[in-house]
């Protein structure tokens, strides 16, 4: 494999499954916590409309169930966030994306160790696997981590 083919089929193809896999946790990260706040947003007001307990009113009831429900979405939408990392692997992903970019554009200009290295292809190739390689251990940390959370049930 030449250096062309490894940077198209190795570095840019991880570059983008990074960034789209960055987009996607950012995304959902975001959408839970906006749904989040809404929900928190939205507690306080209804507990201030609810009407009087007397007389059975059913409008108590409602506000009382609509306002419980909310407690319980907000709960579910953090045990989400906390078991999936959604912003944690978002930025992760972020940060070892720019690092391949940063990698492959110090090899095609020749800068910085590249410049002097008798075999900078070889050099590249070796420092973009070490960047590969950390970040499956961290991933694979992660699904260990998770792994008996998401068997137990609970989070």
């Not at 083919?5 to 990074?18: A, F, G, K, P, T």
């Not at 970019?101 to 008798?118: D, F, I, N, V």
Request: charge should be positive.
């Amino acid at each position: 494999m030449n250096d062309k083919e490894y940077m198209v089929e190795r570095v840019d193809d991880q570059i983008n499954w990074l960034e789209g896999k960055a987009a996607s946790f950012k995304r959902k990260f975001m959408r839970i916590r906006t749904l989040e706040l809404v929900c928190s947003a939205l507690i306080p007001f209804l507990v201030a409309m609810i009407p009087g307990a007397e007389g059975g009113n059913g409008w108590f009831f409602l506000f009382k169930w609509v306002t419980g429900g909310l407690g319980v979405v907000i709960t579910i939408l953090a045990g989400i966030q906390t078991l999936n990392k959604y912003q944690e692997l978002w930025s992760q992903y972020r940060a070892v994306a720019e690092s391949l970019k940063s990698e492959k554009l110090m090899y095609l200009t020749r800068a910085g160790q590249y410049s002097s290295a008798a075999d900078a292809f070889q050099l590249c190739v070796s420092n973009v696997e070490a960047i590969l390689s950390r970040e499956y251990e961290k991933w694979q940390r992660h699904i260990e981590k998770i792994a008996p959370v998401a068997k137990s049930g609970t989070v």
